[in-house]
């Protein structure tokens, strides 16, 4: 399983030493099934090749991280993540969004976005929904919504 953590974490552009000393610094993995309902990047609609799985990173410094993919040959991933949250309650969580990586093959890009996800719902005991809406800095719209399905949870501590 720790290989599989790093090698996710890997996958974000940070180079494989770094990605060990992530791991360690690492809160939680929580692999989320479910189903994509939507995922539309600068005006591309990925919806029908995204895969029903959603990736939820917390680091002990704060940040935060939602990763999906397409479920194709050649996987585009996609990591939203920001460095300040909140939830008012258990069932009612946003994360306020800084930073999108892409990465399509070896290509890896980061840009600088503006936006939240947000997630409706007690993850553990009901159907959840999970939207993330942002804006690069060229006013490109990027979204993503998932149901997740509190009998698909894997959390790894």
């Excluded at 099934?33 to 591309?44: I, R, Y």
């Excluded at 990736?55 to 990591?79: A, K």
Aim: charged share 20%; with cysteine.
């Amino acid at each position: 399983m720790k290989k599989l953590i790093i090698s996710a974490i890997a996958l974000l552009g940070i180079s494989w030493a770094n990605a060990v000393k992530a791991e360690a610094d690492m809160v939680y993995m929580a692999i989320i099934g479910g189903q994509c309902q939507k995922l539309t990047v600068l005006g591309n609609d990925f919806t029908s090749i995204c895969r029903d799985k959603l990736i939820n990173m917390s680091w002990n410094n704060g940040r935060v991280l939602y990763m999906v993919s397409t479920d194709t040959e050649d996987t585009i991933l996609l990591s939203f993540s920001g460095g300040k949250s909140q939830q008012p309650r258990l069932e009612r969580y946003t994360l306020f969004l800084d930073t999108l990586r892409i990465a399509d093959g070896e290509d890896i890009s980061e840009q600088g976005i503006i936006g939240t996800c947000e997630m409706w719902g007690d993850l553990l005991k009901e159907k959840a929904l999970h939207k993330c809406v942002a804006q690069n800095v060229d006013g490109g719209e990027i979204i993503f919504e998932f149901q997740s399905d509190p009998n698909q949870i894997e959390v790894i501590n």
